[in-house]
C-alpha cells in the first residue's frame, strides 16, 4: 500500500512557503527526513505544511501525507512487530491516525514534526488493541456458544473509552478518505494484493 501511495501522492512542482522563501514539496521531503536538520527549522516546515493542509485539503493533505509516508512506514512496521495483526490493516490505521492528526494539529506548538509522529502512532497503537480485543471477544463468545449453547456470559461490545473518537476524522473510515482524496483504486488494491503479511 504505501509504495502504491508513494507514487500516487507524489507532488508536482508546487511550491510550499516558508517564512523566508518558497521550497518544492520535494525539497521539503529531504529537508524534513534528515536527522540533521535542526528542530526549528522541520518545525517552520511543519507548520507551513500543516495551515496548508488545514485550508486546502486537496493537494495540501496529499502533500503531507507523501511527506510523511517514510515515517508512516517505520509507525506502521513497529506496531506490525508488537501486534502481529494484518500489515495493511495496520497500514490502513496509519494513514486514518496521520490524517486525523494532521487534521486537528496546531500549527503553532513546538516539537511539532515529533508531536505528529506520537500523536500518529499512539492512535494508531489504540487501534491495534481494539482490533486484538473485538477478536478476543469473538473468540470468548464462540467458545461459550460450543460448550453451553449460549453466549452469556457476554461481554460489552462498546468501545473502550480509550478508543479514539472517529467523530475526529468527521466519521469518515479510510475508504470513505480515500474517495475524497482521490485513492480508493490505491487503497483497494493494497488490500487485494498478494502481498505476504508481513512488515516491509
Known amino acids: 500500500m504505501f509504495d502504491a501511495l508513494e507514487t500516487e501522492l507524489a507532488p508536482d512542482d508546487c511550491r510550499i512557503a516558508v517564512p523566508t522563501s518558497q521550497l518544492t514539496v520535494h525539497c521539503v521531503r529531504i529537508i524534513i527526513q534528515d536527522r540533521a536538520t535542526p528542530d526549528p527549522i522541520c518545525d517552520s516546515l511543519?507548520?507551513?505544511l500543516i495551515r496548508r493542509a488545514q485550508t486546502e485539503r486537496c493537494p495540501g493533505e496529499k502533500n503531507l501525507i507523501w511527506i510523511m509516508l517514510p515515517r508512516l512506514r517505520g509507525i506502521a512496521n513497529r506496531l506490525y512487530r508488537t501486534w502481529q495483526i494484518d500489515i495493511q490493516d495496520i497500514r490502513s490505521e496509519v494513514i486514518t491516525a496521520f490524517i486525523e492528526t494532521g487534521r486537528h494539529a496546531d500549527p503553532e506548538q513546538p516539537s511539532l514534526g515529533k508531536r505528529l509522529w506520537w500523536s500518529t502512532y499512539s492512535l494508531a497503537r489504540q487501534a491495534c488493541w481494539q482490533a486484538t480485543r473485538d477478536v478476543v471477544h469473538e473468540d470468548v463468545e464462540s467458545l461459550m456458544i460450543r460448550r453451553h449453547g449460549t453466549?452469556?456470559?457476554?461481554?460489552?461490545?462498546?468501545?473502550y473509552e480509550?478508543?479514539?473518537?472517529?467523530?475526529a476524522v468527521e466519521g469518515e473510515r479510510l475508504g470513505a478518505l480515500a474517495s475524497r482524496l482521490g485513492l480508493r483504486k490505491v487503497i483497494n488494491d493494497g488490500h487485494n494484493s498478494t502481498e505476504p503479511r508481513t512488515a516491509a
Open 46 to 48: 511543519w507548520a507551513a
Open 151 to 159: 453466549s452469556e456470559p457476554t461481554f460489552s461490545s462498546t468501545p
Open 162 to 167: 480509550g478508543t479514539r473518537d472517529r467523530a
